[in-house]
Each structure stands twice: as structure tokens, then as C-alpha cells.
């Protein structure tokens, strides 16, 4: 399975973008699909999941409200659209996968968002 993330760049504080990953290679639809992301010298941490059973999102605290998860589980793609956008945000952003097995990550994207 590989994940092909899109949709990152620079940005000014308050601005949106919306980023997608697309995951081929399965015949299957990912049970999970979403983002996490990864900051200089800090740990990676959750951004957003969301099932393709059932549609459960989970958020990290420090973009609830301002984030949204979606998915077209047809096409095994997901979406972050970012609202908001804070310098804090910045950060390399991967698309996570997960099925019955292993886990799956992206390469990354990032994001940058000026002040």
C-alpha cells in the first residue's frame, strides 16, 4: 500500500488549505485513514482519524474546531481541510493507513504557516 500525500505549502496565519492523500495499492477500503503530524524536535502526534465504518473522527485537542476530516472510502482518499491556520500549526503533516495489518504512513507534507 502506498499513500501519496498532496496540498501543503506556505500560508500566512488565519489562512486555509486543505490537503489529500490517496492510498493505492488495496483492494480494500482502510478501516482507518488520517493525519498525524511531526514539528522540529517535538514527538509526532495525532491530527485527525476518521473509520470508514460508522465515519468516527477523532481529533487532536489543538485542532479541534478548526480542522475537518472526510473521506471517499470508494476511492481510499482523505482529506484535512485547515482552518485557522496558526503559526504553531507548522509542522511536516504524513497520511496514516490501516487496515486489518500493518500501519501505513506518507512520505509527509508540509506546512508552514508564518505569523
Known amino acids: 500500500v502506498q499513500l501519496v500525500e498532496s496540498g501543503g505549502g506556505l500560508v500566512q496565519a488565519g489562512d486555509s488549505l486543505r490537503l489529500s492523500c490517496a492510498a493505492s495499492?488495496?483492494?480494500?477500503?482502510?478501516?482507518?485513514m488520517g493525519w498525524y503530524r511531526q514539528a522540529p524536535g517535538k514527538q509526532r502526534e495525532l491530527v485527525a482519524t476518521l473509520t470508514s465504518r460508522g465515519g468516527k473522527a477523532n481529533y487532536g485537542d489543538s485542532v479541534k474546531g478548526r480542522f475537518t476530516i472526510s473521506r471517499d472510502n470508494a476511492k481510499n482518499i482523505v482529506y484535512l481541510q485547515m482552518n485557522s491556520l496558526k503559526p504553531e500549526d507548522t509542522a511536516v503533516y504524513y497520511c496514516y493507513a490501516k487496515n486489518l495489518g500493518p500501519d501505513y504512513w506518507g512520505q509527509g507534507t508540509q506546512v508552514t504557516v508564518s505569523s
Open positions: 495499492g488495496s483492494t480494500f477500503s482502510m478501516r482507518v
